[in-house]
Every structure is written in C-alpha cells, then in structure tokens.
C-alpha cells in the first residue's frame, strides 16, 4: 500500500487543521493505522492510533482532547483533525499502516508502510 499524507499548513496558536491520508495499491480496511509527528532536533513520536474497524482509537496525553483520529474506509482515507493547536505541535506528521494487528498500534516499529509526511507549523 502507498500513503499520500496532506492538509498540513502555516497556523497561528488555538486554531485547526485536518490532515488526510489516502491510502492507493491496497484497500485501508485491511489495516490498523496511526499519526506520528517528529518535531525539528526530536525523535519521532506517536500521536494517534485507530483500529481496523475505527472501534478503538488511543491518543498521545499531548494531544488528547484536542486532536481527533478518523477513518473512512469506503473512500480509503486517514484523517486527524487538529484544534487547539500549540507551537508545540510543530513537526512533520506522518502516517502510518500495520497490516498485523486488529487493535490500535502504539509502537513505530510495529508499522509497516509509512506516508511521506506532511508539515505543521503553529505560530504563537
């Protein structure tokens, strides 16, 4: 499968974004599937993850209660709806599919294919 991450942007601090994430090759029901983001000088870290069935979802305590993991299978698409947002969520966001599990996927290392990013940049 092929990730096409978008939607990020420039934003000013308390506003929104919602990135996508269409998946191409195979059909995204097949797989659980998360949000990373790696912010400049910083390792890469988890956001966001949903399970197969969109059942479960589990979130970073950074952005619990602000930033929201959908997906809509029929149309093959990832989606993380940012509000609130702090400087400190600048980084590049990646998506993410494990094609092993049926529940949610904290770990980096148990993904399988990766989107090749999409910039955040929140001004304060």
């Known amino acids: 499968v092929q990730l096409q991450a978008s939607g990020g942007g420039l934003v000013q601090a308390g506003g929104s974004l919602r990135l996508s994430c269409v998946a191409s090759?195979?059909?995204?029901?097949?797989?659980?599937l998360g949000w990373f983001r790696q912010a400049p000088g910083k390792e890469r870290e988890f956001v966001a993850a949903i399970s197969k069935s969109g059942a479960t979802s589990y979130y970073a305590d950074s952005v619990k209660g602000r930033f929201t993991i959908s997906r809509d299978n029929a149309k093959n698409t990832l989606h993380l709806q940012m509000n609130a947002l702090k400087p400190e969520d600048t980084g590049v966001y990646y998506c993410?599919?494990?094609?092993?599990?049926?529940?949610?996927?904290?770990?980096?290392?148990?993904?399988?294919?990766w989107g090749q990013g999409t910039q955040v940049t929140v001004s304060s």
């Open positions: 993410a599919a494990d094609d092993f599990e049926y529940g949610v996927v904290l770990a980096q290392a148990e993904y399988d294919y």
């Open positions: 090759g195979r059909t995204l029901s097949s797989y659980s």
